[in-house]
């Protein structure tokens, strides 16, 4: 751009800014030159002082030694009366007494620390001021020592302070020398060139403004214009005088561009490229790119700004041009896109549903196309019988090929309406349709995979597409090598189709050429070997992260994120069972039961779509670790295959538990006439075990079964008196414990039966507030070493499931529960036991969709 970083281009503030940068040098170098004998200035006299103060006060000590010598003399010379002796030699001793316990500031010198701490001295002290003249000799020899002393210390200072004048004076002197000579001699020197290098930087800059082909206009901080460049004058004739100390907008720019200048001013920034006309002295209006520049003096204060501008006109009305012309082109690029993305919404609009829901099936399709109309088409539809899975190639891309594709779209759907899902029919009728409208100038690969729902069979033709996969519900995954030749070469041509099992959890994958075709940079394929390296390392992944890790795969090989040729694959997991479809596929009937092995669920996850309460886990004595798995899949019903318990019960009347049925025991039992005892409150209760304890006894039931039997009846009928009757949130009515009466509309009945060695309870109430997530979720709590869930108990469900030989609870929600417990009398309970139960839930809802924990 031609504008781009116009300060750059002209140095305009560099005259302004140098010279502030020399000043700024000079006072730093001089600053340097005089704080250097200033310092040792300093350090000179501060050393003077502290010499003449103690010489000051060695002196003082030597006269005051003196004068206690001279009265100890005069004394021996009996030339003064001993009491005008005495007199000074009493201050003395004072003195040394303070020395000793705190010298109050005074100065003093370690000779006298000693002397007052010298104790045979102190004694003969006291005894020359007690009137014992005899150790006056021991007193005036310390004395003279002392004068001594401090008339050596007294000269020594003295020498200190000569010695400090005359080196102190030695160093300033030098110091002087070395500022005048180092320093600001060639400071002056420098400021000279400097002074010499800024006139001629000065006039070289005023050559650069005034020779520049830019517009420059230099202003004070108030917006005043101070000077104007040769150019500035020269494209816009605008005199000198009638610019210069003006303020800049009252000229040179229309009214409702002002804030736009003042904006640019204010911001200042170097960087920011504003175009805003301006006016030359005839009127007329020239387009011009402006930025400005600030320049601050060395505190930081803004002193001017300078404004420069390129004249952009022409550049201007040839890009006013070049955008006319854009924009024809553009309105005829977007009228050709828009055709291409009108094809391409068609041709979308032509693959089937990304997210495959069919009767047995359910999974997902992808097509990635390399082009706006692609040639791979995808499908799926559902027959009485069948749900069909078609994934097509058409040679080429672009319209042609889409055409092909919108072709094959009409046959299937004509197919859809006829009910033709059997392979070779769908492919045998593509083939005559694309011979006839291609006329072999177009190819179409396509494989067909029909699914039997009702019995899991797996039937598939292959005309030309990539082999598919199947994963068996075990994870191991298996090519289906199935060939044939393209549609649309001979009329007629003959389709094979091979036929295999499909085990409830298996899963289908059909995919087109290029997941296998498509290459590196070094045009090595990504071939077979590492699409099936691929499956079985995600073998586990669900549908949509399986799909997701491939592409990645294929990304990470290939070192591109577009591909050579269309990507397309279905993957279909087969989860479920259905009769055949009424004349309508919205319309439905499920199996009577969903069988379930073991070793199939403790290694799959069965679909949300299969109805729990038609669904049966078969299981092996070891199975009450899946109960986890169970909550979270919503799965109630579970049979151990081989407990004979359970075959004594009869098979037929435990997988059709389902069914409604207002008679367990006789169900189970066969007996019409069990006991029952209806309760009527919560007073009731010992009463009714009293009497069930008579029952038993009269049955000659065993001590240790009729504990455990007395215990099952209280607890059943704890949860019916205060467990059961829930508000419309879930919480409890009653406290457990309180004493209460049945309402009007409630009931609750205990009912017990015996055929040989088979003893059932039943307890029955009107509330139908469990749910299968609640029961799930307690069971699986303990299984898990939880114990009780907080706020909501769940012990006695987990004691009454442990202690029968098996558990089968029915509720009809808000209108009744039955809880029946089966308990086997040969064969006392036991630690390592986990019966069998049933969870039957009458709704509507949860017919088909199980209540998720």
């Known amino acids: 751009m031609e504008s781009a970083r116009l300060s750059e281009r002209v140095p ?69 009366e001993p009491s005008s002796a005495i007199q000074p030699l009493r201050r003395f001793a004072s003195r040394l007494q303070s020395i000793r316990s705190d010298t109050n500031g005074d100065y003093v010198t370690n000779f006298e620390k000693s002397l007052a701490y010298n ?49 102190g004076g030695i160093a300033i002197f030098l110091a002087l020398l070395y500022a005048w000579l180092g320093i600001l001699k060639p400071i002056g020197r420098q400021s000279m060139e400097r002074a010499l ?159 495959i829901q069919l009767p047995g099936v359910s999974g997902l399709a992808t097509s990635i196309s390399t082009s706006e109309v692609g040639g791979d088409y995808l499908d799926c539809y559902a027959t009485r019988e069948t749900s069909v899975l078609v994934l097509g190639d058409v040679s080429g891309h672009g319209l042609a090929a889409g055409s092909i594709v919108a072709v094959a779209k009409t046959v299937i759907n004509q197919m859809r309406a006829e009910g033709i899902g059997h392979p070779d029919q769908v492919l045998r009728r593509l083939n005559n349709t694309i011979l006839e409208v291609a006329q072999g100038l177009r190819l179409m690969t396509m494989i067909c995979a029909a699914i039997d729902f009702r019995r899991g069979r797996l039937y598939l033709a292959n005309a030309g597409q990539q082999f598919p996969y199947l994963q068996k519900p075990d994870g191991t995954w298996e090519m289906l090598e199935i060939g044939g030749l393209p549609l649309g070469q001979e009329i007629n041509q003959e389709m094979l189709v091979s036929e ?15 997941w296998v075709e498509e290459s590196n940079p070094d045009d090595e394929p990504f071939g077979y070997e590492r699409l099936e390296a691929a499956l079985e390392a995600f073998s586990s992944f669900d549908d949509q992260v399986l799909r997701d890790a491939l592409l990645d795969k294929l990304r990470s090989f290939c070192e591109k994120d577009n591909f050579d040729d269309d990507l397309s694959l279905i993957i279909v997991r087969h989860d479920e069972r259905f009769d055949s479809l009424e004349n309508t596929p919205s319309v439905s009937k499920q199996l009577e039961v969903v069988r379930l092995s073991q070793d199939y669920y403790t290694h799959a996850r069965i679909s949300p779509r299969i109805s729990r309460q038609h669904t049966v886990l078969l299981t092996d004595n070891d199975w009450h670790h899946l109960l986890p798995q169970m909550s979270r899949d919503g799965v109630r019903r579970v049979l151990q295959s081989r407990d004979t318990f359970l075959t004594n019960l009869g098979w037929d009347a435990l997988l059709g538990a389902h069914r409604d049925t207002n008679d367990e025991l006789f169900t189970y039992l066969g007996i019409d006439t069990p006991i029952q005892l209806p309760i009527t409150g919560s007073s009731d209760k010992d009463g ?84 299968p997530s609640i029961f799930l979720q307690r069971l699986s709590a303990h299984i898990h070493g939880q114990g009780l869930i907080a706020n909501q108990g769940g012990g006695g469900l987990y004691l009454l499931w442990r202690f029968s030989n098996y558990l089968q609870i029915r509720v009809f929600p808000g209108r009744e529960t039955r809880a029946t417990l089966f308990f086997d009398l040969d064969h006392p309970p036991r630690e390592d036991r986990y019966p069998s139960f049933q969870f039957l839930y009458h709704s509507d809802t949860c017919e088909f969709n199980h209540d998720k924990p």
Request: net charge negative; charged share 20%; proline share 2%.
């Open 12 to 80: 305009v503030g560099s005259f302004y800014k140098t010279n502030i940068e020399a000043v700024d040098d000079v006072r730093s170098k001089y600053f340097i030159a005089l704080w250097i004998p200033a310092f040792l200035l300093i350090i000179v006299s501060v050393g003077i002082w502290q010499t003449f103060t103690n010489h000051a006060q060695s002196s003082a000590a030597l006269h005051q030694y003196r004068a206690y010598l001279a009265e100890v003399e005069h004394l021996e010379n009996n030339t003064i």
């Open 119 to 167: 104790q045979a001295f102190n004694t003969d002290l006291s005894q020359l001021l007690q009137g014992n003249h005899s150790h006056r000799s021991v007193v005036r020899g310390v004395l003279e020592k002392a004068t001594l002393f401090y008339q050596q210390r007294t000269q020594h200072y003295l020498k200190d302070s000569q010695r400090f004048i005359f080196g």
């Open 500 to 514: 295999f099992d499909l085990p409830l959890g298996s899963r289908l994958l059909l995919i087109s050429d290029g």
């Open 688 to 771: 009714v075990l009293m009497s069930l304890e008579s029952w038993f006894q009269e049955s000659q039931m065993s001590d240790a079964w009729m504990d455990i039997a007395i215990l099952v009846a209280d607890e059943l009928l704890e949860n019916a008196l205060y467990a059961a009757p829930r508000d419309a949130r879930g919480n409890a009515l009653y406290p457990k414990g309180v004493k209460r009466a049945l309402g009007e509309d409630e009931y609750i009945y205990l009912r017990a039966a015996r055929k040989d060695n088979i003893l059932a309870m039943q307890m029955s109430d009107n509330w139908g507030t469990l749910t």
């Open 197 to 355: 290098a800024l006139a001629r930087a000065g006039e070289f800059n005023e050559d650069v403004i005034n020779t520049s082909r830019v517009i420059i206009i230099v202003l004070e901080s108030d917006g005043k214009v101070v000077l104007v460049n040769h150019y500035f004058q020269s494209l816009l004739q605008w005199p000198r005088t009638q610019i210069v100390g003006r303020s800049i907008l009252d000229r040179l720019f229309f009214s409702e561009d002002h804030d736009s200048v003042i904006a640019l001013l204010d911001a200042s920034d170097p960087e920011q490229i504003v175009e805003i006309p301006i006016l030359d002295a005839t009127g007329n209006t020239l387009i011009v790119a402006w930025t400005v520049t600030t320049v601050r003096d060395v505190s930081g204060k803004d002193l001017l700004r300078v404004a420069m501008g390129v004249n952009v006109t022409e550049r201007t009305q040839a890009q006013k041009a070049q955008q006319l012309t854009l924009l024809r082109a553009q309105s005829l690029s977007e009228r050709l896109q828009d055709e291409a993305q009108q094809a391409a919404e068609l041709h979308t609009a032509f693959l089937g549903p990304q997210d």
